[in-house]
């Protein structure tokens, strides 16, 4: 258990690492949270007013799902209980809930019925596999956001928060990370591509739902994706796992 615990918290300090390089955080805010190895009551999460670009191992806090601070020291965010907590609740299979205000995916959220078009071949994954909350209620500063949030996703792993921004999640830090990132690459050339004012091409369903039922695969590649990552933080910053 504690060596279970003790690689998970590595893991989710080299991910908040790595996004904070890629210019996925905005201020000290957003939060990455993955439950506690072989516990469904426990979950990891960032602490309230750091960077995440000095986010160590140690420095994660470990909560319950009631906000209840179980190992650390600091705080956590209300916003980040309120909206994690019953997403982790509600989903068994949401092991890792990654939230950010990362800006092509945040742009798409921005946007009148916006949508991740079936258009690049990256974001094609994710065809048929992303909720839409239309009903901004302003930030989640109680736990009943968080239930309808999770009501929201149903059984998609992934929910666009109009006016707000994503919240991915997954069974493993590494597919949820991964997804993360395809997900914020396919919103920037999307984005790119409509700021030419010329139409998308969209690629014909049954061809997009052949690339998404593709899982299995695509998550493996995470684990990999998750293994480069380290390798290069364990070269020039060795610190984040302290």
Not at 18 to 27: E, H, I, P
Not at 172 to 190: G, H, M
Not at 200 to 209: F, Y
Not at 212 to 226: G, T
Request: net charge negative; charged share 20%.
């Amino acid at each position: 258990m504690q060596n279970s615990l003790r690689q998970a918290r590595i893991d989710l300090a080299a991910v908040l690492r790595w996004a904070a390089r890629l210019g996925y955080q905005v201020g000290v805010c957003n939060h990455f949270s993955l439950m506690v190895p072989g516990r469904d009551d426990l979950f990891l999460v960032n602490p309230e007013g750091w960077f995440w670009s000095e986010i160590t191992a140690s420095s994660l806090i470990v909560s319950d799902l009631d906000g209840t601070i179980v190992e650390g020291e600091g705080t956590v965010e209300q916003t980040a209980f309120c909206l994690h907590a019953p997403i982790h609740r509600a989903n068994p299979a949401a092991i890792a809930a990654l939230h950010t205000h990362a800006p092509y995916s945040t742009a798409l959220c921005l946007l009148e019925d916006g949508r991740l078009e079936p258009s690049e071949i990256g974001g094609l994954q994710f065809y048929g596999r992303v909720a839409y909350d239309e009903d901004f209620t302003g930030a989640a500063l109680t736990p009943a956001e968080g239930d309808r949030v999770a009501r929201v996703m149903g059984g998609k792993e992934i929910v666009m928060l109009r006016n707000h921004g994503p919240m991915v999640t997954a069974p493993t830090l590494a597919a949820a990370f991964d997804r993360l990132y395809y997900l914020e690459e396919a919103a920037k050339r999307q984005v790119i591509a409509m700021s030419t004012g010329q139409k998308l091409s969209i690629v014909p369903g049954a061809v997009a739902q052949t690339l998404a039922a593709n899982v299995p695969m695509q998550d493996a590649y995470a684990e990999k994706h998750l293994a480069a990552i380290k390798r290069v933080l364990d070269r020039e910053c060795p610190d984040y796992a302290d």
